[in-house]
Structures are given as C-alpha cells and as structure tokens.
C-alpha cells in the first residue's frame, strides 16, 4: 500500500507540472532562450524535423503566450547551441529575422533561416506519427 501512495503522489506531481516550466517540451525536446527574441531547441533524445517544430510551437504558446496564429520564424538552422554548448540545436523567433529572405517556399530537409510556420501548424507536428524510427 505505501509503494501504491508513492506512486500516486509522484504521478500528480508529475501531472501537476507543466512542461514548459521544466525547459523540457514534448518528446524530450530542451527550449531554452538565448536572449529577448530568440530560442533554442536542443534536442535530448528524438531529433526528427517535426519534433523541433512541435517543441518551438509548445515554447510559443506556453512561454511567450503566442496566440495559435502568430508565425514561428527559424533564425538559424542546425548549429551548435548558443545556450547550452550542446552540439546541435536550432534557433526560433516569434520576430522576423533581421536581413533573411521571408519567401523560403522550397521544400527543404532541415531548417533554413527565413523559414516559418504558424503555431497551430508547428502544433499539429506533435501529433504526427513517425513512420520509420531514427
């Protein structure tokens, strides 16, 4: 009975605690600010394209209160984090980035700066399923 009560406190705890608050968004994705207008996704663990759209989108909503229409612009593409020192991650704004090109209408693997979605449809990303794993 007490490991049953262990369980439940640690469960509502856990259930209690809102994701963005840990740094961590859905599926293990790290958000962390680098500075007023920028953040970063680092990936921990699944490290697919839509996994740091849907992570950008959670950071949006949760942490800077972007309504569901408000564009998620990518600032940098793959780099190492500004941030932490990991080695990859990449850079969101709810801002247009300075001198890039807003017009990135080519179908791209990765991210290229200029490149945006809106929150609802970064959002939608979270609930794709994967087809192969990684």
């Known amino acids: 009975m ?7 406190a640690l469960a509502a705890f856990v259930l209690t605690t809102p994701l963005s608050a840990a ?5 293990g994705f ?5 500075n007023a207008n ?3 996704v680092i990936p921990r663990g699944r490290n ?4 740091y759209w849907c992570a950008a ?9 972007a309504g569901w229409k408000q564009p998620i612009y990518v600032v940098r593409g793959y780099g190492p984090s500004e941030a932490t020192g990991r080695r990859t991650a990449v850079q969101f704004s709810v801002s247009p980035p300075p001198g890039v090109d807003l017009n990135v209408r080519s179908i791209n693997v990765g991210f290229v700066a200029g490149q945006s979605r809106s929150v609802q449809s ?7 399923r994967q087809i192969f794993d990684d």
């Not at 740094?23 to 599926?27: T, W």
């Open 48 to 51: 697919d394209v839509d996994g």
């Open 57 to 65: 989108a959670d950071y949006a909503r949760r942490t800077l209160g």
């Open 38 to 40: 920028v953040y970063e």
């Open 122 to 128: 970064a959002n939608a990303l979270c609930y794709r």
């Open 2 to 8: 007490k490991q049953v009560m262990t369980y439940a």
């Open 23 to 27: 740094g961590f968004a859905r599926f």
């Open 30 to 34: 790290q958000t962390v600010s680098v």
